[in-house]
């Protein structure tokens, strides 16, 4: 299997839910307002035989020439929007759900690919709306037949697994790819950075912040037992680690 990160950039998220640019040469976090943690936000392509599968969307960030940002990422690497078959989705919070439609908020801006959300995590984020969710930015994916609803867990074409682990939010899930020898975990926002994994970390803003710590305990142990490739989203420095 073949990853690429497509990263939108770097951000600082303070205590508005606020995701505000940051350019890590000219601007200084001390002068973002109080509790504010830098990001990058950056999703995943990953080609195997079956599939070209996107792992959560971004912010559905544009550059100066008006284009998404994850377009063009996906063309630097060879690969069209409308190449991608599945698009897996942790959770439907604006930094990961941005890029499910294109700017007119009309469109797909994966045209032929499934999107694969939880059911709880759809009709939670539509009712809790702003300003963790902005339901403007994939309502209109549930006119589509191109919307897939997963349960608790499961598997997709029997090897893509998924799983409702909660902790970041009530109805986060992950995703686990598995093609011959290799195995990918993308633990979304329970897992979003190699240094969350080697410490015992609580985060203020997870749903619950003990139980994604276990997790993130569970996972790092599991995966240097059975050499998973990590994929980490909000980390700056490291968004591939492999335990193989």
Known sequence: MKIFPLSEGSFTVDQTKQVVPFNTGDDDLETRPKGSILVEIQPFAIVTSKDILVIDTGLGFKGADKKMQIHVSL??????????????????????????????????????????????????????????????????????????????????DSYIEYEV?????????????????????????????????????????????TKAMELRNEWWKKGEKENWTFLFYHDIKYPIYSHS
Not at 128 to 143: Q, T, V
């Open 165 to 209: 682990t909660g902790g970041h939010s009530p109805y986060h899930q992950v995703f686990k790819i598995k093609e011959g020898e290799e195995i990918i975990f993308f633990g979304g926002d329970v897992a979003p950075q190699l240094q969350q994994m080697k410490n015992r970390f609580k985060a203020k803003y997870d749903f619950d912040s």
């Open 75 to 156: 063309a630097k690497n060879g690969i069209n929007a409308s190449d991608v078959t599945k698009v897996l989705v942790s959770h439907l919070h604006k930094d990961h759900s941005g890029g499910i439609l294109q700017e007119d908020k009309k469109t797909l801006a994966f045209e032929n690919a499934q999107y694969y959300i939880n059911e709880n995590e759809w009709n939670f984020a539509k009712e809790k709306g702003l300003p963790s969710f902005i339901p403007e930015d994939y309502s209109r994916l549930g006119e589509s037949k191109q919307l897939v609803l997963t349960n608790e867990s499961g598997k997709i």
